[in-house]
């Protein structure tokens, strides 16, 4: 079986599969059926509860990042401000920003807002992607405008992986 099937189409195979045996199937045959059966049943349901997650996890990236962005723009009136953060300080202005300034540094917000500029790199690289196939041969000057194309969606394919690993601006 090829392993670029998704699970809905290993699903269907497994459950065609279980249809198409016949009464003169062997017993060993008949069981391993069911199994599939079972076993695509039940990749049904975790690919369903995974996807359900995914939505999950996606809304709390992106309410973690509005919350961040907030937090980056009050760290950032406080320092233009002439406040100093310090842990622990009297000041209640200074140890809050120093507090600010942790929180912006949590890496798991930093990888979701990285992940989440990535992702937009990645689509406007497939966008660049599509448009370059949808030229026409007939294009004046198609060779230099497709290589300038492949060029630059290979720049950004290489960027949304420097942002994903933290390397970017």
């Known amino acids: 079986m090829s392993e670029s099937l998704n699970n809905k189409e290993l699903i269907a195979v497994g459950h065609e599969f279980a249809k198409a045996l016949g ?18 049943e039940r990749l049904d349901c975790t690919t369903a509860a995974l996807r359900e997650k995914t939505k999950q996890c996606d809304a709390l990236t992106a309410d973690n990042v509005a919350r961040a962005e907030i937090i ?12 100093k953060p310090v842990q622990g300080s009297l000041n209640p202005a200074s140890a809050l920003l120093f507090d600010a300034l942790e929180v912006l540094r949590q890496p798991a917000t930093a990888a979701a ?22 030229l026409h041969p007939d294009t004046h000057g198609i ?27």
Not at 155 to 161: R, S, T, W
């Open 143 to 169: 060779g230099t405008i497709a290589a300038t194309m492949s060029a630059q969606v290979s720049e950004l394919k290489d960027f949304a992986a420097e942002l994903r690993n933290g390397e970017a601006v």
């Open 113 to 134: 807002v990285n992940e989440l500029k990535a992702q937009g790199v990645d689509a406007f690289a497939e966008r660049k992607h599509r448009e370059l196939f949808s």
């Open 72 to 83: 980056g723009q009050l760290a950032w009136q406080y320092s233009a401000s002439g406040i």
């Open 23 to 40: 009464s003169d199937t062997p017993i060993i045959d008949i069981a391993i059926a069911k199994m599939m059966s079972r076993l695509a």
